[in-house]
């Protein structure tokens, strides 16, 4: 079936340390997005991409980073640098610009926690 | 700029209670408009869109009609189920440009049997 995976589902990061999400989707989108979800807030934009080998930072990219290296894959670091970490990871998709009437699809998403 | 406002939350209702949950929008352009909904621990899912101006979006019960002339969106159900219980979210997007959605910052409810 077409999809979206992210993996893994919890993570817990120490202090100091770097972690990586991934987001692997089958269903041949251009565009790739990783969004951050606090309790009781709405999605906030972190990156990103519409193309392989670009992408662009979103409303709160500090203390993340990313790369595009395969339509396929959109992984997100966040880094030692990110300080308040603990909150819900969405990766999303979608298809070209000038598709606007088409909704973006989202993986089940990553729950990260201090440890 | 384009911006979404909903409803705060949460609402809670009886089984079989008539929802509405309100979006209005401010967008540069034509945009399209979306509700989607997300159950705990879950990602979002597409739950109905509009493209145009007095679309009418459906599916599984819950409606929404794009409104131009009040620039609103919002989404109705005749009779709730404690399944419907989850966050929704109002979202638009605009065409052209970098295709950012934007989102409303959601509104949970609640279905009591």
């Known amino acids: 079936d077409g999809g979206i995976t992210q993996s893994p589902k919890y993570l817990f990061r120490k202090e100091g340390q770097n972690v990586t999400l991934s987001c692997e989707q089958n269903l041949n989108h251009d565009a790739m997005y990783w969004y951050r979800q606090d309790p009781g807030q709405g999605l906030r934009l972190i990156y990103y991409?519409?193309?392989?080998?670009?992408?662009q930072k979103g409303d709160i990219a500090e203390g993340y980073s990313v790369s595009r290296e395969k339509k396929e894959s959109f992984p997100l670091t966040v880094t030692s640098a990110q300080k308040n970490p603990t909150a819900f990871y969405l990766c999303?998709?979608?298809?070209?610009?000038?598709?606007?009437?088409?909704?973006?699809?989202f993986g089940d998403g990553t729950r990260l926690s201090i440890l | 700029g384009n911006s979404v406002t909903q409803m705060e939350g949460p609402v809670t209702l009886s089984e079989e209670a008539f929802l509405t949950i309100n979006c209005t929008y401010t967008?540069?352009?034509?945009?399209?408009l979306f509700w989607y909904v997300q159950y705990p621990g879950e990602g979002l899912q597409l739950l109905l869109k509009?493209?145009?101006?007095?679309d009418k979006g459906s599916n599984k019960g819950f409606e929404a009609t794009y409104r131009k002339e009040t620039t609103s969106f919002h989404l109705e159900k005749g009779s709730v189920q404690v399944s419907d219980s989850a966050v929704y979210f109002c979202?638009?997007?605009?065409?052209?440009?970098?295709?950012?959605?934007?989102f409303g910052r959601g509104t949970s409810l609640i279905v009591h049997p």
């Open positions: 509009a493209t145009k101006a007095d």
């Open positions: 991409s519409q193309i392989v080998n670009d992408f």
């Open positions: 999303a998709t979608g298809g070209r610009t000038q598709y606007s009437n088409q909704p973006q699809h």
């Open positions: 979202a638009l997007s605009v065409p052209g440009g970098s295709y950012i959605p934007t």
């Open positions: 967008a540069t352009g034509y945009p399209s």
